[in-house]
Each structure stands twice: as C-alpha cells, then as structure tokens.
C-alpha cells in the first residue's frame, strides 16, 4: 500500500515530459524574420503595382481601348501604343524562331550527347555567365554586328537588328532552361530506352523529350516574357530614335526600317517633359504588364496542359 | 570451351531496318544436343573481365561462363561488382562515361566489345530488367510495343503486346486497360511490365539486376514464378542480395566478394567461386563463400 500513496503517477510524469517547458524562441523569431523578408518584397510591389495603377488607369477610362489603337504622336492626348506592341510581337518572332530552336538544340546536345570532357565543362559555365552578363552588353553588341557590320542584311537599325539581339540575349536563359528540364528526366527512363535497344537518338526522341517538353516550354515562354521586357539593348540598337513604319510599306521593308517596342514606348515618354506623358507612361506600363503575364499564364497554361499527359 | 564457340560466326554490327529481331539464326536450338554439349556451348563467356571507372578497377579477373536455357545468379556483399559485371553482358556500362572494359566478354564466340559491334544492337538480344521498375510514362500497351517499333517489327502489334504480357503473368490484370498509364500499376506488376517489355524484343538472354528488391515478398514470389516458366526460352542472368532468392531461382551461382586495395583504400570486386547453386549453398569448395552463404559474413 505504502508505495503508491505519494508521487506522481508514471503517466504524469510522462505526460511533464511530452509536454515540453520552454517556448522554442529561436524558430519564432527565424519564422518572423522569414515573414519580414516576405513582406518586404511584397511591399514594394504593391507599391509599384500600385502607383502605375493609379496613375495610368485614368488613361484608360478617358480613351478607352483607342490608347492601344492609336499611334505614337508628340500630343499626349492622341498619343497611344499601337506601334509598340506590334514592334514587341514582330521581335517575339525572332526570339521564338532563332533562339529556340538553337537554344533547345544546344541543351540536348549538351545534355544528352556531350561527353563529360574539360572543354565542355567550359562551355556550360560560359553559358551560365552569359546569362547573367547585363543586357545592355549585349546591346552593344547588337549595334557593332547586327546593327553595322552586317547592315546589308537587316538595314542597320532595324526591326531585324532589335530581334536578333532579344533572340542572342535570351539565348543563354534558353539553354540553361531547357538543359535543366533534360536533367530533371530520370536516368532509369534511358536506361529503359536503352534497355530495348533504342539508339540515343529514339531515346531522346520518344522518351527525353517528351517527358521534359512540359518544362521546356515553360522555360521558352518565361524567357519570351523577359524578352518583352528588355529596354537597355534595344534602345542601343534603335528603337529610341526609330518610328515603326505602318501603312503603305511592305512587310520587309517593315523589318528592315525603324523600330519601337512597349519597353522603349515607356523610356520615350519617362522622358518628356510633358505632365500629361506621365499618365501614358503608366498606361504603357500597364499594356506591357498584362502583355508579361499573358505570356506567362499561356506558360503555367502550357506545363499544365502537356504534363503527363500519354 | 573457349574454342568451341569461336566457330559460330554471329553479326552484331548494325543492320538494316526490318532485318533485325530474327532469333532463330543467333542461337542454336538447344533441344537437339544433349546437356553435355549445351554446357560447353556458353551464351556468354566472361574471361579475364576487368571494368575501371576512371583510375578505379571497380572488378578484376572474372571468368565466368554462362549456358543457355539456366537462371545464373551473382550474387556477394555490396560494392563487389556484381552489377558491373551483368551491365557489361548488354555494354549498358558505356553509358557510364568513365568506363572502360578489359577481357573479353564472348557472346556465342563473338567479343561484344569488338570495335566492330554496335551496343545497340547487343542490347536487342540481351534486354535487361533493373532494379527499380522504370516503366515508361505512357500507356501499358505504348511500354510494350516501343522496343519492337524500334526494331522493325512488322507483324500484328496487338497480338505480340497480348503474348509479352501472358508470357510475363500480367496479362489478366491489365487487359481491359492497356490504354491506360503504367504508372498506375503496383510495383509488383510494373515490374512484371518491364518483364513483358523486355521479352517482347525477343531477346536471347535477359539480365536482371535485383528485379525484386523494391517489391513486397508476393510480388517478389509472383517474379520467381515466372523466372522458371521463362527460362525455359530464355537465358537468365540475375544479380540479388538475397540469398534465399538465389538459392531457390537459380542453376548456377557466381559468389563474388569485395577486397580492400591497399594503393586507393577502395574496393574491388573479384569472383571468388563459380558452380552449380546447390554446390555453392550446401558444399563450397571456397572459405569465404561458405562464411557468407552461412551468415557469417556480409
């Protein structure tokens, strides 16, 4: 009897013990500082997003759809877009035909031919550096090669020129993309291919590129949404200056002549001097965000719609 | 016993699209010798194999042969090569970059690594089953009817698709769904679909690498079961851990083991003993095989 008539009971004292004593304040505070981190970014964001709302809205309820109709023209007022977002989508197509093409070639090679030697470990860091060289480097080159040195082909500041240089720059994005799409495809899945003795070539092709193109494509549509947004090469190659011929000319003769685009539409106006610009130059920003995440939710659309699907 | 496959002259090099998949010109009909001369006749003979990953000779001197119509097993500790040597019977090792091959790997008297023959063309009579089901994301019936699309089958797709899946006892399961993802089967019988996929090459030898070590003991049983009804066409090659596995599937075991190298502090994997499975398991002629096949070691 005596035993037990004094103590805690072996359930209390296990039940003190699950219990824990002490508040864990180091992960509160490492989940606050996360928290912060989060809020921050958002914050300015919002405050952007904010401000060219604000500002640009009037635009579209003064004129309605008639800004993204109307020319460029030094009167605020009539003033519009029209040849800023056509300029944009004739150089999206030079983006879509050169880089991905050779953008998503190069990574299937790299990734699914290349042997591991010291050259091309080389070549794969230089592609990555590449991707983080500033755009305006890549501007410059635009206006010595692209712009003059084969100004017989593109008719120096062109449309041409401006494509090309977007499709160059986004190159490296291209490849890094779609290579690490490639390598997110499990090694037993060419094993398998191999297995049955498929060449390389039956593997990639029925096996690789399937499985990766949900990723792929979704690489190549971000990649066009940061093309979209370029300013700094194209204003080298031109499009400050230029003026997208509409009307009697041909379609070449479109290509070969002066350019704009959304981006340089914004950087003119930010630099008139006129107040009323201000307002449109906040409504271009507005086109040119809807236009980014159109092209992104076609993206998640895309990835949605092609992922494992068989 | 080396010779005597060498007369046997068999094409390995690539040929044209449609010629290929005829099994009946590679390997003699068994039944019309007796068994003395089938075991002198081996699918492969492995002499002096050594495999290097770089610098490192990851196995050394393996000498195995391996005869037709039989289940053989390799089986040792981890890190003893046993893998490394059943991927060097299909030349699925030249996909790792760093590797390079010594010996010579004779497959009905031809040196699969003559410069001569093409790997994919090996890999087509030698079809191989891996450790983890890898089923290709696609339908059932896709799975199946890829390797002999490939290969230039021309014959009726449907029934060829029905016949790999009887022969791999998977048939009854699935074919009210052959339209559907085989990423939808259980382990088990994704593995039985790499099985089926495999024999629908109809391949000459089929190479297992631990086919049931991510499978429950039904599944694994269900495996086993189907290993015996298909040697009778097929040469087996099979690489587990488990020794019970071994010992109740297969005819002959090869016992490896790993040695410390004292130049690179790895290890390297050697045979210690080749014979008949109950030998091996009851009567090894080698102290290291009977410490490891009693428990003692490994």
């Not at chain 2, 191989?128 to 490939?150: E, H, L, R, Y």
């Amino acid at each position: 009897m005596a035993t037990t008539v004094t103590g805690p009971s072996p359930t209390d004292v296990v039940l003190k013990s699950l219990r824990g004593s002490k508040v864990d304040v180091k992960s509160r505070l490492f989940e606050a500082a996360l928290l912060f981190a989060l809020s921050i970014s958002l914050l300015f964001l919002v405050v952007l997003l904010a401000d060219v709302l604000v500002g640009g809205i009037g635009v579209f309820t003064d004129r309605g759809m008639g800004f993204l109709t109307a020319d460029l023209s030094s009167l605020p007022n009539i003033a519009g877009v029209s040849q800023g977002i056509v300029g944009s989508f004739l150089m999206m197509f030079f983006v879509v035909g050169l880089a991905f093409p050779s953008g998503i070639g190069a990574a299937i090679y790299l990734e699914e031919y290349a042997k591991d030697t010291p050259l091309n470990r080389f070549l794969i860091v230089n592609i990555r550096n590449l991707a983080g060289v500033p755009s305006i480097v890549f501007g410059l080159l635009g206006l010595a090669i692209f712009v003059q040195a084969l100004e017989g082909f593109t008719g120096g500041r062109s449309m041409i020129a401006g494509g090309i240089t977007l499709a160059v720059l986004v190159l490296p994005i291209v490849i890094i993309t779609a290579s690490e799409a490639l390598r997110a495809v499990p090694e037993s899945i060419r094993e398998a291919g191999f297995g049955v003795g498929a060449t390389r070539w039956e593997v990639v092709r029925h096996h690789v590129l399937p499985i990766a193109a949900p990723g792929i494509l979704t690489g190549t549509v971000l990649s066009l949404s940061r093309a979209l947004g370029e300013t700094a090469p194209i204003v080298l190659v031109g499009a400050v200056t230029g003026f997208l011929a509409t009307g009697d000319q041909s379609f070449a003769e479109q290509l070969r002549g002066p350019f704009v685009a959304l981006p340089t539409t914004i950087f003119n106006w930010a630099s008139l001097p006129q107040a009323e610009f201000r307002a449109n130059t906040k409504a271009a920003i507005i086109v040119l965000l809807g236009v980014i995440l159109v092209a992104n939710a076609l993206a998640i659309f895309l990835r949605n719609r092609y992922e494992r699907k068989w | 016993m080396r010779e005597s496959g060498e007369g046997m002259e068999l094409d390995l090099t690539r040929v044209k699209e449609g010629e290929t998949g005829t099994r009946a010109d590679q390997a003699a009909p068994a039944g019309a010798q007796t068994q003395a001369e089938v075991e002198q006749m081996p699918v492969f003979d492995i002499q002096e194999l050594s495999v290097y990953y770089g610098s490192f000779r990851a196995v050394r001197d393996v000498d195995i042969p391996i005869a037709p119509q039989h289940i053989t097993a390799l089986i040792g500790p981890s890190g003893c090569g046993k893998t490394t040597v059943l991927r060097c019977l299909n030349r699925m090792n030249d996909l790792v970059e760093t590797a390079r091959v010594e010996g010579r790997v004779l497959y009905h008297g031809v040196d699969l690594y003559d410069p001569q023959v093409d790997p994919v063309e090996v890999r087509r009579r030698v079809g191989m089953v891996f450790q983890k089901p890898n089923p290709f994301p696609k339908s059932i019936f896709d799975n199946i009817a890829f390797g002999p699309k490939i290969g230039g089958f021309k014959g009726d797709m449907d029934e060829l698709v029905e016949k790999s899946l009887k022969a791999a006892a998977l048939w009854d399961e699935v074919k009210d769904r052959l339209k559907e993802s085989a990423m939808g089967l259980s382990g088990g019988q994704q593995q039985r679909l790499c099985i089926a996929r495999c024999i629908a090459v109809e391949p000459d030898v089929i190479l297992m690498d631990e086919p049931c070590s991510a499978l429950d003991p039904i599944a694994t049983g269900r495996i086993e079961d189907l290993m015996q009804v298909i040697k009778k066409d097929y040469t087996i090659v099979i690489v587990t851990h488990n020794m019970q596995q071994a010992a109740r599937v297969s005819d002959m075991t090869a016992f490896f083991t790993a040695e410390v190298n004292e130049q690179q502090d790895r290890r390297t994997g050697v045979l210690v003993e080749y014979d008949k499975t109950e030998k091996i398991f009851t009567n090894p002629s080698n102290e290291r095989t009977e410490n490891y096949v009693t428990g003692r070691f490994g």
